[in-house]
């Protein structure tokens, strides 16, 4: 067995190949995993069933055996996305900000490839291929450590992910999957071979990795998304972008977690937009205010009094927490306080409310009158994404192909010296 | 005394200010710190003597003392420094990458400071100005560490600095200046107030950095810089650049510190490119071909065979590596094992293995044809930097003030919802 060492060193040997490769040669790649996911569908629904017959044996909860449970038509979206990423221009190579200097020296910064990406994910077993695909069109390799409960699936996955590069010419190596515990600690500290760690999951995971790690790490940390109804907003518009933002998709990041109300006029749009959310279904944890405003109107198995920690919490769940606020700055002192730099959203009507919201708010992702679900690759114009980060340095927000590079400084001279 | 926690916590708070400060303001605190430091000059040049005066009796390096020392100069260098801050654009509010998206939403990328930046240095007495200048105006608080031998000398800047903040209405928070060894531990664990911590030193301050950080780290490590002579060289212009880039300025980062040459070459090139580093009093460390192409040609005390820690080292000072190459991927290949990511340079008159080498090297500055020397923020039209990133996360190369901005995505609608 190959140590985490060899197999980072191995990836980062393979990766030069990949760096220099051109789009043809990687989109033949992606299209060479795509044909080779398909036609070996079958394995992969036996490899999983084994993985979900584990996990249901062990008792794991139903929401995370749906999470880690493939089907016919998961994957053929999983070859869909592949072949998406085809479609996406290739960052690598694009030159920005060229300039001709005073001395006839022509620059620019060039867009290359990271290196060596790794990121350590938890049951999800369509990171092994969405994650190939993404870093290798980038030029990047890649080293994945998953859950334990998807093993048996990651591995079948990796298993046609190493096919396809054999098949197209290009190094297995560029795909490394570590699959024990101890992998993690080991993978942390080969900062001379792996140039950035994205780790996806919860709170203690992120916090583990960033106090160990000697490889720069960007966090996809939790969306505790705000939007505020500001005075003055119109108020159907209110209505439909938190119904939207909170029960479209209850557990992705960039789902609604609280709602914050201008006092001025709760009480027209508390009762009308809590009559929505009660039809969907959504578990209401308020403030006294908020409360008041609506009592008697609402189920009582659906509200009740928020604690300290539901101002907090992402639910990913068809619960949402409301405060009543008294103006704009209470409104941004909460978000500041409780939000976790993710995505923030106002609706107002006021044009000067909408820019300083834009200016006071430092999140990831800042929507003025749209549901905070646009916060998302896709429908930012990236195209596929990795996750959306919550880091400040290199990548803030969604992360896609781009997002996957660095660029480096090119200078072409005809013998220029400095003086 | 507060604690590094209270500081870095106070740094954040102040920051708000800055980061929605207009840049008229921003430059007006830039032009009154340099006015201060005018009229403080004599302070600065008598708290400097007494560092001078420790140093001296300690029995550091004269190159140490000297790089320690301050003069009228110098002071006035400094002021300049700053002056010439205010003139660069502020990047703060910059939208790129703006698009309307199919369903109407206006969506851009917004550069936004990145919050609390915070420096380790050892001594550099001009560091609490400049980087203070150029947090600053990007709209950062800046917590900055220097050594011990400069500690009068940074304590009456940091005083300087907090006299123009108190004077244009910024919280003089936003400069916190720690003095112990041991607030370096502190400061490493202060993630939740801290965006990004630069170490500026030796390669055991920035080991030690990163094995501790939880904050995200760009290294300014070495620069152990090659310039290639390829086959076909035009060997005027590569005599020229090798001198430049040697002997300009030996102990900047981007100076070259390893002579490549092709083997066709050598003779031709190598004696006349040695007569000239000889008379720069040049110290050779040479690969055995080349000892055998310029034997007796050059003073014995300047040259000696190079050993293997001659192809790591940074020398930063007068002595020059050479190694006679087999040919383009010989020298590629030894680029790619001892390189530091820096700078690295191609003197060619071939379009191809010009073309070729900016896509083989990864380092932060790749060149063909000009001096090592142009990886510099004012050589490449950034202005002023803060140093040169061998990281390549965030920032690769010279770190101006773009690069001490993060983007935030700002996304403007009219009541979208997600479908």
Sequence with gaps: MATVEELCKAAKAGQTALATASSERKDTL??????????????????NQRDVDAATAAGLSPALIDRLRLDDRRVHALVNAVLDIVKLQDPVGEVEHSAIRPNGLRVGRM????GVVAMIFEARPNIVVDASALCFKSGNAVVLKGGKEAAHTNAVLARIVHGALEATGFSPDVLALLTLRSDVDELLVQQDTVDLVIPRGGESLIRSVVAKSRIPVVQHYKGNCHLYVDAGADLDM????????????????????????????????????????????????????TLAAVAGQIFESLLREATESDWHDEFLDLVLAVKVVTGYDDAVAHIRHYGSNHTEAIV??????????????GASCVLVNASTRFNDGGELGLGAEIGISTSKLHAYGPMGLRELTTQKWVVNGMGQVRS
């Design 111 to 114: 867009r290359i490839p990271l």
């Design 238 to 289: 209110a209505r439909r972008i938190v119904l939207n933002a909170k029960a479209q998709r209850p557990s992705a990041c960039n789902a609604l977690e609280t709602l914050l109300v201008h006092e001025s006029v709760a009480a027209a749009f508390l009762p009308v937009a809590f009559a929505e959310l009660q039809a969907a279904r959504v578990e209401l944890r308020v403030c006294p205010r």
């Design 348 to 361: 107002t009507e006021d044009y000067g409310r909408a820019n300083r919201f834009i200016a006071d708010i």
């Design 30 to 47: 992606l299209r060479t995993i795509a044909a080779h996911l398909e036609r070996d569908a079958t394995s992969v629904l036996t490899e």
